[in-house]
């Protein structure tokens, strides 16, 4: 179907194609993709992590991370494939930065795999209770 705006600009005029010898125009080379395959390519390309994802890392770290990861950090963002944590102490982050292989490898396990490919420890914050 097409619509057309009369001479006048007045009500739009409903054409249907198969009432006539007139051929519906052509899309171009290629179909639209499904919005959805589009919306993921693009969050991909920026880096953006499903929702989903995320949540499930904030509400579930603890039995996700397992210990000493759910005791002593916090997941405070995650960029693409990097996850950042934030230690509860400043002498925290030495020794976590050495297990920070094996907490990717256990959340991959969970999560699916290549879903965290770099884990980073940081310092707590100045404002960290």
Request: aromatic share 4%.
């Amino acid at each position: 179907m097409s619509r057309s705006r009369g001479s006048r600009g007045g009500s739009p005029v409903v054409r249907s194609y198969a009432d006539d010898d007139v051929t519906p125009p052509k899309r171009g080379r290629s179909e639209p993709l499904p919005i959805d395959d589009t919306l993921r390519r693009l969050m991909d390309r920026l880096g953006v992590v499903e929702a989903s994802v995320w949540n499930r890392i904030r509400d579930e770290w603890v039995e996700l991370s397992g210990t000493p990861w759910g005791t002593q950090t916090t997941p405070i963002g995650m960029h693409g494939k990097k996850l950042v944590l934030e230690a509860s102490s400043p002498q925290a982050v030495a020794m976590l930065r050495y297990g920070t292989t094996g907490l990717a490898h256990r959340l991959n396990a969970q999560l699916g795999d290549g879903t965290v490919g770099e884990v980073v420890v940081k310092p707590p914050s100045r404002h960290s209770g």
